[in-house]
């Protein structure tokens, strides 16, 4: 004596998201009344229901339970044979159990979604957007992209043919690009179009949006750059008129404040010794002796000198007017700067009278201005003589073509004539 379990039909296909429907008939062979819970086991388990899940069957009898199994339309739903599989178990003798099995089918679906991120976009040159494609199905997905729109914008996209997985989504770019440029006036907004082509029977997915293309320059620009102008207008005011006056000031009270002092215990120190030789002349006197004369403090005057030196001439042997150093003077050349206009060959010298060799010597054809700088003074004491020499090679053209009729040269010295008094 035993338990008969039966499924039919004992095989099935189905589209996912389609119910698959069995009959399934338990046969209760024993000598008692037993009670049988239904129950679904098998990798289909989770798509099925039993209808009622439990059957009281009398001895010899057999009764039917409808079971149903229902695939969802996603892509958890492989393609192929999947058992279908349930167990009836007696409550009164378990050892009187019993199962059947069933095979269902599941086909191969396919369903895509897609979406265009953003819909609306602004810019104003080249945009970038993206559509999302959605693979609900359960197969990869190939598909194609395709763009419309008018001959004033273009469209285009890196990966116009894409392949999806099965329950899977992919991104896919596609640029807009203005094919001229809005440089004033209102923002211009381009209609445009993208359809995802599913390569089977699914129809096109078309996808609608709108690009606000704007001007280069925005409004607000010219208000900006105006604002700016004005701040570093009143910012050149206010050095000009505020700042530069008052630290000048602060610094010429500065530097006006230790002259003064100096300048003072100079003249104190001046007078003070004036006043000791008097004394001291006077004590001589009383002492019956001959006092030398005072001897006044020296001092000394400073003045800044610019000596020009012209010297023109052909061949050698020519000088330029000689400047003289005052007696009781000291003269301290800093700079010196040799011009050469026409592009003369030849020699330049700058000499002093009483030293043979010059002081230095400089080819002219090596420059047309050449500067000179000394940061230890070349000193000329008194009764110095300085000029410049010049042996004339070849004259130069200056400005034109033609040869010009002799050199014509210069040296411009810039000195300290310091003189004791």
């Excluded at 002796?289 to 003045?303: D, G, L, N, Q, W």
Aim: with cysteine.
């Amino acid at each position: 004596m035993a338990t008969t379990a039966n499924l039919d039909p004992t095989a099935l296909s189905v589209t996912p998201g389609s119910p698959a429907v069995y009959s399934f008939t338990v046969l209760n062979d024993s000598l008692i009344v037993e009670s049988y819970t239904l129950q679904a086991v098998g990798p289909a388990a989770a798509w099925t229901t039993i209808e009622p899940a439990a059957l009281t069957i009398y001895p010899g009898k057999s009764e039917r339970a409808v079971v149903t199994v229902l695939p969802p339309r996603a892509a958890e739903s492989i393609p192929g044979d999947i058992a279908v599989g349930i167990r009836a178990i007696a409550n009164e003798q378990p050892e009187m159990s019993a199962s059947a099995e069933a095979t269902i089918t599941l086909t191969p679906f396919s369903v895509a979604d897609a979406e265009l991120i953003p819909r609306i976009s602004r810019g104003r040159g080249r945009r970038r957007v993206r559509v999302a494609v959605d693979n609900q199905g359960n197969v990869p997905l190939l598909a194609s992209i395709a763009g419309t729109s008018s001959e004033d914008l273009g469209i285009a996209s890196s990966t116009p043919e894409i392949e999806v997985g099965e329950g899977r989504a992919l991104f896919v770019d596609v640029d807009l690009v203005p094919r001229k440029r809005v440089w004033k006036g209102a923002a211009i907004a381009h209609q445009f179009g993208i359809t995802v082509i599913p390569e089977n029977d699914q129809p096109p997915i078309e996808l609608t949006g709108t690009y606000n293309q704007e001007r280069v320059f925005p409004r607000w620009l010219w208000k900006a750059l105006l604002a700016l102008l004005l701040l570093i207008a009143a910012l050149i005011a206010l050095w000009f008129l505020l700042l530069k006056p008052a630290i000048e000031a602060t610094a010429q009270d500065a530097i006006d404040g230790p002259i003064a002092d100096a300048s003072q215990q100079a003249e104190a120190a001046s007078e003070q010794a004036d006043q000791a030789a008097t004394t001291a002349n006077e004590a001589k006197e009383l002492a019956g002796e001959t006092p030398p004369p005072v001897v006044p403090v020296a001092t000394s005057t400073r003045a800044n000198l610019t000596i020009r030196l012209e010297v023109s001439g052909l061949g050698p042997g020519h000088e330029s007017e000689r400047f003289t150093v005052p007696t009781n003077s000291v003269l301290r050349i800093t700079d010196v700067v040799l011009s050469n206009p026409q592009g003369d060959s030849g020699t330049l010298t700058v000499e002093n009278k009483d030293v043979e060799a010059p002081i230095f010597t400089s080819g002219l054809e090596n420059f047309r201005d050449l500067d000179f700088h000394f940061v230890t003074p070349i000193e000329l004491t008194a009764g110095d003589e300085l000029f410049a020499g010049m042996a004339c090679g070849a004259p130069g053209v200056g400005a034109g073509t033609t040869p010009l009729p002799e050199c014509s040269d210069s040296v411009l010295v810039t000195a300290q004539l310091i003189t004791q008094r």
